[in-house]
Each structure stands twice: as C-alpha cells, then as structure tokens.
C-alpha cells in the first residue's frame, strides 16, 4: 500500500492483478485499485474531479480525466474517509498509474489539488 498526505486530506492505494480479465497472450492486462481517502482535516470536503497518469512499462502513456470517481462526486467530512474500488488495463505486465484530485473546501468554497501517490501495477509473476 502507498500513502500520501497533501493539505490534511490523506490517500492511500492498493492494488489487485485481475487474472480473470485479464489475456496475456493479446497484451491484455487488468488490474483493480483500492482507494480511501480519509478527511484529516477540520472542514467539509467534496471530490470534484480526477486526473490520472498510466504509464506501461514500454513507454505508453495515457491520461484520464473526468468529473468525480465511479460516477459519483463524494462529500467527506472531517475525521471519516470514503473508499472505492476501481479498475485500469495495460498493455504490458508492469506499469504505474499516479494523479491527483480536485477537491472543494465547503466552509469556504476554495478548491485544491489533492496528489495521488504514484503506485505500481505489477502481474503478480514479475514479482519472483
């Protein structure tokens, strides 16, 4: 699991292979991702927007970029966390995703960014 803590608001990863969706054999390549996000915080915060970075390990990049997560934008009070599972592909059998949110300070309506620490995405076999 990594964590990171940007302006009281703390993110923490991990990460699952998904060998049943996965197919080796047409580069095909599934992983799960556990993120919570826990309010350390005195205020109100709500999750805007996301923006990811995925990386394969043959150089491909990819961005993501959107309003919310799993399609929903979450208000999180101070001392609780919410937490979701999601899901990306790669093409090779290692790779990295990193990132960052945008969050809205209710009390006082500013927005902040929020990093995602960067977390590796490796088939459980490259790991020997």
């Given amino acids: ?3 990171a803590i940007t302006q009281g608001v703390k993110i923490s990863v991990e990460t699952m292979y998904q060998d049943e969706f ?3 054999g047409n ?3 599934m992983f799960a991702y556990r993120i919570t996000i826990e309010n350390l915080s005195d205020y109100a915060i709500q999750l805007m927007r996301r923006q990811w970075f995925i990386f394969d390990s043959n150089g ?3 961005e993501v970029e ?6 929903i934008q979450p208000v999180i009070e101070p001392g ?3 937490s979701y599972v999601s899901g990306s592909h790669l093409n090779t059998d290692m790779g990295s995703m990193k990132g960052n ?3 809205h300070r209710l009390v006082d309506q500013t927005d902040f960014t929020v990093d995602i620490p960067e977390f590796n995405l490796v ?3 490259r790991l020997n």
Avoid: Q
């Fill in 27 to 29: 580069d095909h390549f």
């Fill in 22 to 24: 996965s197919n080796p």
């Fill in 1 to 3: 699991m990594v964590t």
């Fill in 101 to 103: 949110y945008l969050m």
């Fill in 60 to 62: 491909t990049e990819r």
């Fill in 123 to 125: 088939v459980p076999y």
């Fill in 66 to 71: 959107g309003e919310g997560v799993v399609g």
């Fill in 80 to 82: 609780t966390s919410y």
